[in-house]
């Protein structure tokens, strides 16, 4: 977990601040596909909206092409949402006169987002976010609790990772599910 990179391509609005922000993960693709810069879009359009948006690049926690549809990365999920919740300790940054983030980002309007898995895991995030322990074997401590208002799930597989085998408890947290009809 030491070696997991934080990364992430930043969108943000001119003017001083502070603005809201929201982080947004992909779901699963081929690892050696970049896919971070597909929500350049969205990171427009919040930008001049007046969010601060982050594509989250978890693309090494995916599967090659070459093993996803056999023994490929599976149950995954849990560390997709601890992974997007690493990446909003750059709140530290919003303090440091040298930091380009310097009192921008409004840290009590937090929004976590992803698509498929990781819509998933941006719930899953919403879930960890409060505990003090990972569910499963409390072996792992947590130290999150950032002011997440909203949870955004784009078409979500459900139920790949269940934290004490139950599905993923939100509360006291806007939750906004987008699903198509015909999605696989």
Known sequence: EEALPINGRVW???????FPLALIVH????????????YQYLG?????????????????????WKDMFGDGLDEENDARGWLLLEHLKWRKGNNETDN???????????????????????????????LKFYPDDAKQKFNFDFNIKSVVAIAPVDG?????????????????????????
């Open 12 to 18: 943000y609005p001119k003017g001083d601040g502070p």
């Open 27 to 38: 779901g699963n693709h081929g690892m050696e596909d970049f896919s971070d810069p597909g």
């Open 44 to 64: 427009e359009l919040l930008a001049s909206q007046g969010m601060i948006m982050v594509s989250v690049d978890e693309n090494f926690i995916n599967s090659s």
């Open 100 to 130: 380009v983030f310097q009192n921008k980002v409004d840290l009590e309007n937090i929004a976590v987002m992803g698509h498929s898995r990781g819509g998933e895991a941006a719930a899953v995030a919403g879930f960890f976010n409060k």
């Open 160 to 184: 790949q990772y269940k934290p004490g085998e139950i599905q993923t408890p939100l509360e006291n947290v806007n939750y906004l599910v987008l699903h198509g009809a015909n999605d696989g």
